[in-house]
């Protein structure tokens, strides 16, 4: 074989390993990152009273599992929308092994303290009256999460041909974390409501009673839940009467009201925030039971509130009220269904989030003597903050007129 020969296969093979190699080393990397990367352990850093075992609990991946970016993205969600952090941050860092990685979990913890106050006054139904609400709870007893919180409702009648007067006492404790289980939830309570109503068609009703709560939930899937609910009012005072769609006047009484009730309940619920939600949307079905929440105007069967952001304002389409899912709370007066649409107000002084909004809607009230549906409609207005000095803070007017006049 001569020197020439052998120069050439030389550079024939030269030239096959370069053309070799970038596939080499392109396989070399996809099976890097085909390789999975597995979870050694679920920390915590920025809690200082909260336990990191009730945090990592919102996390539904353990050591040894493989890691899931959606779990990640879904567990930061759930722990966004509770109060008792300002600000989560998911990372990850190396392992001990190769392909091994440490999640870190990195909050700013809240108040463990939060009030609540509403401000509003509302013509609707032919009765002007002024609406006062307040809540105070501790929202992290033992650093697990847990919450003890006492909430008040006035409505106070000021003038008008109707009538519509309440009054609504709550105390409630919740274990978000029931039996030290991620997926299980309670919630028992006690209760004090007095309520007397009167329209201009003839419909009345009034109730004084006292009532015991005690509820068990269990979540399904990653946002989903389902909850069973008994309440038990010890002394039944209660008396009804309104006109139905045949025209003809029902009078009800204890006798035809149960002293015990249950409830069950199937929602879900993806908002990234209760007060201020951005994004997201809140499900809740109800059958069954029994329903005086501490909701100025109570809520229905069925609530439904989705938010997205759009020309720098976010808008929100309400059906049922403002939603109380899972076992959070929330005030507030509103009508059946309502468009809201909500401007946020820069942050700064005393008022650390806010937003003013305006919301028309409209509510089914009942029927009249002739069995025709008595509904009306109107507008809400107000401004919904965040503050340092007295908590959260929601001021509004609500205006209604009788859709039949």
Request: include cysteine; proline fraction near 4%; hydrophobic fraction near 40%.
């Amino acid at each position: 074989m001569t020197t020439k020969t052998l120069t050439l296969r030389r550079i024939a093979v030269a030239a096959l390993l370069s053309w070799l190699a970038p596939l080499a080393t392109a396989q070399t990397e996809q099976t890097i990152v085909e390789q999975p990367l597995v979870v050694q352990e679920v920390v915590c850093a920025g809690n200082l009273i909260t336990s990191c075992e009730f945090i990592r609990d919102h996390l539904y991946l353990e050591a040894g599992e493989v890691l899931d970016e959606e779990q990640i993205r879904n567990a930061e969600l759930r722990l966004s929308a509770l109060r008792n952090f300002t600000s989560v941050n998911f990372r990850l860092e190396k392992g001990a092994a190769r392909g091994a990685v440490i999640v870190v979990i990195e909050v700013e913890e809240a108040s463990p303290i939060v009030r609540e106050w509403l401000l509003g006054g509302s013509s609707r139904a032919d009765a002007q009256r002024g609406v006062f609400a307040g809540r105070i709870a501790h929202q992290n007893l033992f650093g697990e999460g847990k919450i003890l919180d006492l909430a008040a409702v006035a409505i106070v009648p000021i003038a008008g041909e109707a009538l519509n007067e309440v009054y609504d006492v709550a105390l409630r404790y919740v274990d978000p974390q029931l039996f030290g289980s991620n997926r299980y939830f309670g919630v028992a309570g006690v209760r004090y409501r007095k309520r007397q109503y009167e329209d201009i068609y003839g419909n009345f009703g009034s109730i004084d009673a006292g009532q015991f709560e005690l509820t068990i939930g269990r979540r399904i899937a990653d946002f989903s839940y389902l909850s069973l609910g008994v309440a038990y009012r010890p002394d039944n005072d209660w008396v009804a009467g309104r006109w139905d769609s045949d025209g003809d006047f029902v009078i009800s009484g204890p006798e035809s009201f149960s002293n015990h009730g249950l409830t069950l309940a199937y929602g879900w619920n993806t908002e990234d925030d209760l007060y201020f939600p951005t994004r997201g949307s809140t499900f809740q079905i109800n059958v069954g039971g029994d329903y005086q929440p501490n909701e100025p105007e109570g809520r229905t069967h069925v609530q439904f509130r989705t938010t997205w952001a759009a020309s720098g304002a976010y808008w929100t389409f309400k059906l049922g009220g403002d939603p109380s899912p899972e076992y959070r709370s929330s005030l507030g007066e509103s009508q059946l269904a309502a468009l809201s649409y909500a401007r946020p107000v820069s942050p700064g002084g005393i008022i650390q989030r806010g937003r003013w909004y305006i919301e028309p809607g409209f509510a089914i009230k009942g029927f009249t003597s002739s069995g025709s549906v008595f509904y009306e409609y109107g507008l809400k207005a107000g401004f919904r903050a965040d503050t340092r000095l007295f908590g959260f803070v929601d001021l509004y007017l609500l205006g209604t007129q009788d859709g039949r006049r």
